[in-house]
């Protein structure tokens, strides 16, 4: 999740607002942003430890700039390591096969 973590850390630089195990009503995008991103929260409750394949959905605040934006978090995805795919429709979701491992921080003492 951590290189997850940093692309919806880094998209609201590509003008992208993002949220993770969301709704829409969560979004929170800024002057100038063209589009914005969501996993959904449902997503979370299927999560199980090891290999899942998770839906990153997109929209576009701007008529005719969907596949922008889908091309963008794509990238995105893929310059922080993860293997993103997307078929190219703007009516399909974005796909990233992850190996999913909560954090449990060390007790200390």
Not at 60 to 78: I, N, P, Y
Request: without cysteine; charged residues 30%.
């Amino acid at each position: 999740m951590d290189r997850l973590d940093a692309t919806f850390e880094e998209l609201p630089e590509h003008g992208i607002a993002a949220v993770q195990f969301a709704d829409w009503a969560s979004l929170d995008p800024e002057d100038g942003d063209i589009g914005g991103v969501m996993t959904a929260d449902q997503a979370i409750d299927r999560l199980e430890l090891g290999e899942i394949e998770l839906a990153i959905y997109f929209t576009s605040f701007e008529d005719g700039r969907e596949a922008e934006v889908a091309r963008t978090v794509v990238d995105t995805l893929k310059n922080n390591g993860l293997n993103a795919s997307w078929d190219g429709s703007v009516d399909s979701a974005i796909m990233v096969p992850l190996l999913w491992r909560p954090h449990i921080e060390p007790l200390e003492g």
